[in-house]
């Protein structure tokens, strides 16, 4: 963990999944989030998700994977 930047309460995080790059570009650009200084964390990828809560878990979207884009911004004080 040492090496991987580690976030602060100042970062803001969206993630945007989609069936296609395209859409998530779409919506990237829906959003206004290049005008609001947000840039790409990771690589954009192929993800199945799973949702943890109250001691049972569900696979989402089917457990079909799904295209996935982190972006995230540093807030300023």
Do not use: C, P, W
Request: overall charge negative; charged content about 25%; glycine content about 10%.
């Amino acid at each position: 963990m040492d090496q991987m930047r580690q976030s602060n309460d100042h970062d803001e995080f969206i993630t945007i999944i989609g069936a296609s790059m395209a859409e998530i570009n779409a919506e990237y650009h829906a959003q206004g989030l290049a005008d609001r200084d947000f840039s790409i964390v990771h690589k954009i990828g192929r993800h199945r998700f799973t949702r943890v809560g109250g001691g049972a878990s569900e696979h989402m979207f089917d457990g079909q994977s799904m295209i996935a884009a982190t972006f995230t911004r540093t807030r300023r004080n």
